[in-house]
């Protein structure tokens, strides 16, 4: 007979009762579920509604379910729905008709809910943490490299050159921002909707603050509707969670490229790639590969739960079991793929004389030369048709900008002399861009030093 069985004739038949169970993925939350019993047994008790000997016993026999899951010999059962019915069923099985008293002034509406706020709560933090790991790698790989010079691209043509480092940290502040906003997003997720019972709240005079005081919670919902029908905090990180994701695709995408013998910038470590099984010279970096592709599923689950809740009428609904799994599956996701591109950038050989060759004969020096001839007087706007019909006649004759002789040049313009080879070598191009956060060795060294800082700050706020 189910705990709700009452009211009913029949049993619900087993094709029904497999359909809506949630155990089979709702029982990774167990420890959530117990430790929220507990908090719950505690107001009872504080509040008069149940007597300290019971609360005692329901706590005791809590802890007994817990090391038994922990222990891996604790029987699940599908007929008991859900985590919280197979915890309460076998609560009730030790400790005999006390262990019914768990559930006095409250739901498993609001029970859920307590459950998935102290689930997530947990795998943010762990997350965050994650991300900080992963901002340490990209610092240590642009400060190891920080004198490689490549060339910066804009719509995958070659743009300006830049410091590989300058451009590698752009991810680490990519990183940062969707730190924070898990940061705020955490906020949202630590408020408690414990006593919220199914939708109205409870005749019984609790205390849900004491209980939220419990979980360590920073507040509880003001209305007890919102409490158990809330979702926008899990969408919230499902949200942060495809940033993440696309983050992790973009730098990927990066890899791969790089990786080729076209590019040739970086070598991927063999830890981190795969062979053929028919072509014996291959080297494929599938881990990017796969990291880039599991984007695709983050989306789904961002875009699935939003969908399962658009229609849903106040309270709570059964359709919101559908948010579950999608989490779940987000969270393992990105937590998989922060570690493994971790491990992976952490290993990445930079080819900086790979980098500094394809700088050579690319004309991304042409808005330095440009400059140069603003820098002497001549309006930015009539320098740049200048160097472009420059450009135009290396390109027809096969030569570099640094080839064409002074008296070529002075055929442009007159304002060329003999300094215009320095202003146009590689390394003047990336030095004398040294506006705050440009490219320039110096620029990039305080920006190392910034990232380091915030990454201190970071770490503080974590270990609160």
């Not at 929220?36 to 706590?59: R, Y």
């Not at 804009?154 to 502040?173: K, S």
């Not at 993440?244 to 063999?270: K, Q, Y």
């Not at 849903?312 to 793929?337: G, H």
Request: proline share 2%; hydrophobic share 40%.
């Amino acid at each position: 007979m189910k705990l709700w069985g009452g009211r009913f004739h029949k049993n619900t038949v087993f094709t029904a009762q497999d359909f809506t169970a949630s155990i089979p993925f709702d029982r990774r939350m167990y420890k959530q579920d117990i430790n929220g019993s507990i908090a719950h047994a505690t107001m009872l008790a504080k509040c008069g509604i149940i007597t300290e000997e019971e609360k005692d016993q329901i706590i005791a026999g809590l802890r007994e379910i817990l090391a038994e899951i922990e222990a891996g010999t604790f029987e699940f059962k599908v007929e008991l729905e859900d985590i919280h019915m197979n915890v309460e069923h076998a609560l009730i099985q030790k400790i005999g008709p006390v262990g019914a008293k768990v559930h006095t002034a409250r739901s498993r509406n609001d029970q859920v809910a307590v459950d998935t706020h102290l689930y997530l709560r947990e795998e943010v933090a762990e997350v965050m943490g994650m991300i900080e790991y992963l901002q340490e790698v990209i610092v240590d790989l642009a400060e190891k490299n920080i004198d490689a010079v490549m060339p910066g691209y804009t719509h995958m043509q070659r743009a300006q050159p830049i410091l590989f480092a300058h451009h590698i940290l752009t991810y680490f502040f990519r990183f940062q921002a969707d730190w924070e906003r898990l940061r705020d997003c955490y906020k949202r997720i630590n408020v408690c909707p414990l006593g919220a019972a199914a939708i109205a709240g409870t005749t019984f005079p609790i205390d849900r603050h004491y209980s939220a005081d419990l979980l360590n919670f920073t507040g509880v919902y003001e209305n007890s509707i919102d409490a158990v029908s809330d979702r926008d905090y899990l969408i919230e990180f499902l949200a942060d969670a495809a940033l993440i994701a696309m983050h992790i695709s973009r730098l990927n995408e990066e890899l791969v490229l790089w990786s080729t013998r076209e590019f040739g910038f970086i070598e991927m470590d063999d830890a981190y790639s795969t062979g053929s099984s028919i072509m014996p010279q291959k080297k494929n970096p599938d881990v990017a590969e796969l990291s880039r592709g599991k984007t695709g599923r983050v989306y789904g689950n961002l875009m699935s739960v939003l969908t399962m809740m658009k229609g849903l009428p106040m309270a709570f609904n059964s359709d919101m079991q559908e948010d579950k799994e999608r989490l779940f599956d987000t969270i393992d996701t990105i937590k998989a793929v922060l570690a493994i591109n971790a491990g992976m950038l952490n290993s990445v050989t930079v080819r900086k004389n790979r980098m500094r060759a394809a700088i050579k004969g690319d004309f991304s020096n042409a808005t330095d030369m440009a400059d140069y001839l603003a820098r002497k007087g001549m309006p930015f706007r009539q320098a740049h048709s200048v160097v472009g019909a420059i450009v135009l006649q290396c390109i027809e004759a096969g030569k570099d900008l640094s080839e064409l002789t002074v008296a070529e040049l002075q055929a442009h313009s007159e304002l060329f002399s003999d300094d215009i080879y320095q202003a146009i070598e590689a390394e003047t191009c990336v030095s004398t861009r040294n506006s705050y956060g440009g490219t320039a060795p110096a620029q990039v060294v305080e920006e190392i030093r910034r990232a380091k800082e915030i990454l201190a700050a970071n770490k503080d706020y974590s270990q609160k």
